[in-house]
């Protein structure tokens, strides 16, 4: 009797071990580790996200870094390109795992909506004008101006706001940054309401056309990727990849790449 009672404990143990086992392989953290992570972003923000004359291929900062992250961390990631204020529902969604936008993780109820990471930037708004403009900083915009900005952003939240309060005509948001230049250029808007390294990066090459004017403004931006709400695992990782990327020097290569 007793050879057979051991042999029943034995039996029951192995079914439990096994059960175990395959149970703890399906959690998030295994599954971020097997999927191909979609890492969401909205392409017109160079140099942290960017496409070139037609190709799809998107390039920049936040690209490397995402890269640099993923292959610390042993993750699979790709990028999607879509409309900077279809970033959190995309993730809301679960059209989207990660967003890498630099997007501000202080502004508006962002984080109720995403978990946030650690800071990878930081930055404010600037002023962006025609080189022959005669404003001399955001204060000085008048009641018949126009200013653009992107839909969905600091910026853009920025410029409706002085409508709002009668500052300015009107708050132009659009869905691309390339089309605010555009309409500065055409003489359509007075100005664009933009994060300082990306007018910086625009005027690397048009400081022929166009200028800074006045000081940063608006609220201090601390720019992180996000996760679904809840996704702590994955979030774990990214934080502790861009500690290494911080650490292996890998962070500062990529600023001297995109910044200098
Ligand atoms: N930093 C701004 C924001 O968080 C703009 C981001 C962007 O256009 N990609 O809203």
């Known amino acids: ?113 995403a978990d946030f990471g650690d800071t990878y930037f930081e930055s404010d708004l600037m002023l962006l004008v025609k080189s022959d403009s005669t404003l001399t900083s955001i204060d000085d915009v008048t009641p ?28 132009v948001v659009l869905n691309q940054w390339t089309d605010s230049y555009m309409q500065l250029q055409n003489g359509d808007v007075q100005g664009v309401v933009v994060d300082k390294p990306v007018g910086e990066a625009y005027l690397n090459s048009h400081s022929d056309i166009a200028k800074f004017v006045g000081e940063p403004f608006g609220d201090h931006e601390e720019f992180a990727y996000a996760v679904q709400k809840g996704n702590t695992e994955l979030l774990e990782k990214l934080n502790t990849g861009l500690a290494h990327m911080k650490e292996n020097g890998t962070y ?9």
Do not use: H
């Not at 039996?11 to 992570?37: H, I, N």
């Not at 101006?145 to 969905?152: E, F, N, V």
């Open 144 to 171: 018949d101006m126009k200013l653009a900005s992107q839909i969905g952003t600091t910026g853009g939240e920025y410029v409706q706001t002085l409508e709002k309060d009668g500052k300015i005509a009107q708050g």
């Open 1 to 113: 009797m007793k050879k057979k009672t051991l042999v029943l404990v034995l039996a029951l143990a192995m079914v439990f071990t096994f059960a175990l086992s395959s149970c703890g392989g399906g959690g998030s953290a295994e599954k971020d580790e097997e999927q191909v992570l979609r890492v969401v972003t909205e392409a017109t923000f160079a140099p942290f996200e960017f496409t070139e004359d037609g190709d799809d291929e998107i390039k920049g900062f936040d690209v490397d870094m995402m890269n640099a992250i993923a292959e610390d961390q042993g993750l699979k990631i790709e990028f999607i390109n879509m409309e900077f204020d279809s970033l959190i529902p995309a993730l809301e969604s679960d059209q989207g795992d990660i967003i890498a936008a630099g997007m501000n993780k202080l502004a508006g109820d962002r984080a109720e909506k």
């Open 252 to 260: 500062d290569e990529l600023v001297d790449k995109w910044f200098s």
